[in-house]
């Protein structure tokens, strides 16, 4: 029989036993010491729900809308770098399980499967992340794919232009495309099923890049190949050419500090996404959910404000909610799903957060997620937030 799945962290854990090491741990740690990643999930787990009761909770809505577009609740799926080396064709599985729950899909840059390879695959319009190289005028024809495409936000994220160690990559031996060395040979011979399933997805190397910009299809480490393409002269100035590229909604993910994002507010993006990279850049970076709060004030209602970092369950995106985001992004937990079940698990992912944020919608007193104020938290001591 097999094992029962009631949360997110069965399915990581089932990923974890299917997936290589080298792209499972990828997936799953963060930059050196990981203070940062581990604080992402404990800064969540301090924050106390303020429980009530008598308040008749029976309707509750999980709908919304995020930057405009209606969503069955405040969720979208993060864009995330090798999604297909965690199950073959990942990232189109992801997009079909998002659009079946009606919430948004973020592409990568650094997706295995390209833009037109998911756009052939799925009807309804996705988003596209996007990051600077120091060739411009191919991140021009990128952005021009993605409007070919007719994805409906692009989304710049500025916090990799320098890349953080991730020292289990090095330990690892991480290479895109995936290379057998002696190194994990028994690792990924014992995982039949995974290779079956890489070797006939359409693409195992980086398909928005390959043949299009110097060494992407080579066998370089990925933090080797990022220090030689990612353009570190990214700034502000650099903006009103993407959105004049772009032409349609821009979001800016990656940012924790409330200077930042008031500079983003006053430079007009429609949507925020406060972010430290999953704990997988700067180490020693708040946790997110100490950003949110923040970021929210500095902005004053003029932009959107998405959160990503640490979402496992629905208790920490209702956590979100009530500091100020109008939705939660979910890497990590995209990926544990995707890599126990497929296209299944990152359904049963989305399944499960929608569960468990109705629930607890219920028993905090709560039937709306579009309201939900502060005023349903209290601190780790049961005191008011």
């Known amino acids: 029989m097999g094992k029962v799945i009631t949360n997110v962290l069965d399915l990581r854990e089932l990923a974890r036993r299917r997936v290589p090491r080298a792209f499972f741990e990828y997936a799953d740690r963060g930059s ?9 999930r404990a800064a969540l787990e301090k924050i106390r729900l303020r429980q009530r009761v008598m308040l008749d909770v029976d309707q509750r809505n999980l709908a919304t809308t995020l930057l405009g577009t209606p969503a069955s609740m405040p969720l979208a799926i993060a864009p995330t ?15 079909r399980a998002a659009a079946a729950a009606g919430i948004p899909f973020c592409l990568s840059t650094m997706s ?38 007719h994805c409906s936000a692009l989304m710049l994220t500025a916090d990799l232009q320098i890349q953080g160690q991730r020292h289990r990559e090095i330990k690892n031996g991480l290479t895109v495309p995936p290379r057998l060395t002696l190194r994990n ?11 079956w399933r890489v070797l ?62 008031a500079i983003a507010a006053r430079a007009g993006v429609d949507a925020i996404v406060v972010s430290n990279h999953g704990g997988r850049q700067l180490d020693g970076a708040p946790a997110s959910i100490h ?43 995209f990926l544990y799903g995707l890599g126990a079940r497929g296209e299944a698990g990152v359904a049963q992912v989305i399944e499960i957060i929608r569960k468990e944020l109705a629930v607890s919608l219920a028993l905090t007193g709560q039937t709306d997620v579009q309201r939900v104020t502060r005023e349903c938290l209290l601190d780790e001591r049961g005191g008011p937030y």
């Open 291 to 333: 950003a949110l709060p923040r970021v929210v004030d500095a902005v004053r209602g003029d932009t959107e404000v998405l959160f990503d970092g640490g979402i496992l369950s629905g208790q920490s995106l209702l956590k979100a909610l009530a500091l100020g985001a109008r939705g939660g992004l979910i890497g990590k937990a």
């Open 185 to 195: 040979f028994f690792d990924i011979a014992s995982k039949p099923m995974w290779a």
């Open 112 to 149: 295995i499967c390209s833009i037109e390879q998911v756009r052939a695959a799925v009807a309804t319009p996705f988003w596209f992340q996007l990051y600077v190289m120091r060739d411009r005028g191919f991140v021009r024809a990128l952005i021009e794919r993605a409007k070919a495409a």
């Open 200 to 261: 006939r997805a359409p693409s195992r190397s980086f398909g928005n890049l390959a043949g299009q910009i110097s060494g992407a299809d080579s066998l370089l480490t990925l933090a080797q190949w990022i220090a030689q393409q990612f353009d570190p002269t990214l700034s502000w100035r650099d903006l009103d050419w993407i959105r004049e590229q772009w032409g349609g909604k821009l979001i800016i993910k990656g940012i924790l500090d409330r200077d930042d994002a």
């Open 81 to 95: 770098g090798l999604t297909g080396l965690q199950w073959g064709s990942g990232e189109i599985l992801g997009a």
């Open 32 to 40: 050196y010491d990981e203070i940062t990643l581990r604080d992402n």
